[in-house]
């Protein structure tokens, strides 16, 4: 009675996420997680985690469970962006030049004379924009510091610089929901210059009809997918003007909380992870 017990048991899926039921489900926002999610993740088959999981909770399944949905090893291991450039460089993807610096304290000063503008500056933290800027000239650059600085007082430490890809006001977003892609363009509308691609910013949205356009940027996500598990993201790739056949895909940054306009909206969206998440399960169903 007791090993049936146990068995049953080995094939519950226990779920984080307030969207997606599971045979067990909790919730670990604005806490801790304590000994009894500890003792549900070891007696469970599978764990479902919400996209803002903490990493004290996504550390403790990924150790204590064999299947957790998303895999997010890669985000908590290179954290921000200035991790992600590191696991682009580790990896070998391609992606703009980069410099990386842990705090404007180690950033050459004496050196802002000497760099071709225009570059990009990004704070390591911060999404839809934020703690991005198109940098054109050396006082711009000390302005931009200054701002991190200000920043990194709050504990928001890390920036890069990064070189300024000409890119005809587009770049493709490509999103991973376990088996699952969607790609579309954000392009800044006709008739205005500006350098922000965020849908929150004033970019449109154009769906691909046909996935042969973007598809070496397709198998640039798969491979990153292969080699590193990454299970949902939305990821940013941009290709230069001047790649017109858009053979040369480069990846700009992973974001593992996306806005969800060019999936339909929230409820398509939700619809959509159900089904990659009930797909995922099927792909790791025990006997």
Request: hydrophobic share 35%; proline share 5%; charged share 20%.
């Amino acid at each position: 009675m007791h090993c049936h017990h146990l068995q049953e048991r080995a094939r519950l899926v226990l779920s984080y996420h307030p969207v997606i039921e599971g045979d067990i489900n909790r919730l670990c926002a604005g806490r801790k997680p304590d000994d009894e999610d500890l003792y549900w993740i070891r007696n469970c088959w599978a764990v479902i985690l919400p996209q803002g999981c903490s990493e004290d909770l996504y550390w403790m399944a990924r150790f204590n469970c064999p299947n957790v949905f998303p895999n997010y090893t890669f985000r908590f291991l290179y954290p921000g962006k200035v991790g992600q450039i590191r696991l682009f460089r580790t990896l070998g993807f391609p992606h703009p030049r980069s410099w990386l610096f842990s705090s404007v304290r180690n950033f050459p000063l004496h050196t802002v004379n000497q760099i071709k503008y225009p570059i990009v500056v990004k704070s390591s933290h911060g999404g839809e924009g934020e703690g991005v800027y198109l940098v054109g000239s050396p006082a711009e650059l000390k302005r931009v510091l200054e701002n991190l600085c200000r920043m990194e007082k709050t504990g928001l430490n890390g920036f890069l610089i990064q070189e300024f890809i000409p890119n005809n006001g587009m770049d493709l977003r490509i999103v991973i929901l376990h088996d699952h892609i969607v790609a579309y363009w954000r392009m800044v509308p006709q008739g205005v210059v500006q350098f922000y691609h965020n849908v929150s910013r004033g970019a449109e949205i154009r769906h691909i009809k046909d996935m042969n356009e973007v598809s070496s940027a397709i198998q640039l996500v798969k491979e990153l997918q292969q080699k590193t598990g990454i299970n949902l993201a939305g990821l940013d790739i941009m290709f230069h003007r001047e790649d017109k056949e858009k053979k040369r895909p480069l990846l700009i940054e992973i974001n593992y909380y996306f806005g969800r306009t060019g999936l339909g909206g929230q409820d398509k969206y939700y619809n959509i992870l159900k089904k990659a998440i009930h797909s995922w399960l099927r792909t790791i169903r025990p006997n």
